[in-house]
């Protein structure tokens, strides 16, 4: 949500806000990734309106996710727009499936006409402050979202405990099973074996870092 508004702040929306662009380090710090088709709305950070920042003129983002003002022609977008789908995001990480589910040829008409599922359906036993964030945050009309994507998140968040963060200890991602891994911070550079699918591990010695070595090469060069 921080990494939205200070693009917002900077005229630009990301268009393609889902979990698979949102990447975490060993310190479980969260990164907004894959500006491929984030576009200009404000042209006083200095681009030029419509300005995609990669130059593609095809690909628009990722329907499950798109705000209904997106899918209409010459829209005009905003940081509201990537609010909606970081809200999309939010509710499938809590419930297991996002709130529209249809074909691509139905979602469309989904995100732009029916009623969002409520929340505490498909998941119960949540704070009533944050279904109500999330609704609000998936409000058909942008104005009637949050003005911001970090008082949404702090409106998701202002019931729920934050798991505490234990000295000394990272989170890793089995690249088989997908499962979090705790590890000390001493293994970094070192080999392992994930216990539950018991896949040879081996462990970063920069858990700040996002790229597996090989892609680490690739974006070298």
């Known amino acids: 949500a921080e990494a939205l508004d200070f693009i917002h702040s900077r005229g ?11 990447f975490f ?4 710090w969260a990164f907004l ?15 030029e309106k419509g300005e995609t920042l990669t130059g ?3 690909a628009v983002g990722t329907p499950e996710y798109m705000p209904p003002e997106m899918l209409m022609p010459k829209a005009k977008l905003d940081g509201r727009a990537d609010q909606y789908a970081l809200a999309v995001s939010v509710y499938e990480m809590l419930a297991g499936v996002r709130p529209f589910t249809g074909e691509s040829a139905n979602i469309v008409v989904e995100h732009a006409t ?3 599922p409520p929340l505490d359906r498909k998941r119960l036993r949540l704070p009533a402050s944050l279904t109500a964030a999330v609704e609000r945050g998936l409000a058909k009309k942008p104005e009637e979202r949050f003005g911001s994507c970090m008082k949404f998140a702090r409106a998701v968040l202002a019931d729920v405990t ?14 088989e099973c997908h499962r979090i891994l705790r590890a000390p911070q001493s293994a970094g550079g070192r080999g392992g074996t994930c216990p539950t699918c018991k896949t040879a591990v081996e462990i970063a010695a920069d858990f700040s870092a996002l790229w597996r070595a090989e892609e680490a090469g690739i974006m070298a060069t």
């Open 56 to 58: 593609t003129q095809f």
């Open 33 to 47: 990734g894959d500006f491929g088709i984030a576009k200009v709305f404000d042209t006083s950070a200095g681009l």
């Open 114 to 116: 029916m009623p969002v």
């Open 25 to 28: 380090d060993g310190f479980w």
């Open 12 to 22: 630009v929306v990301h268009r393609d806000v889902k979990p698979a662009n949102i």
């Open 162 to 175: 934050p798991q505490p963060n234990i000295p000394g200890v990272v989170r890793l991602l089995c690249p």
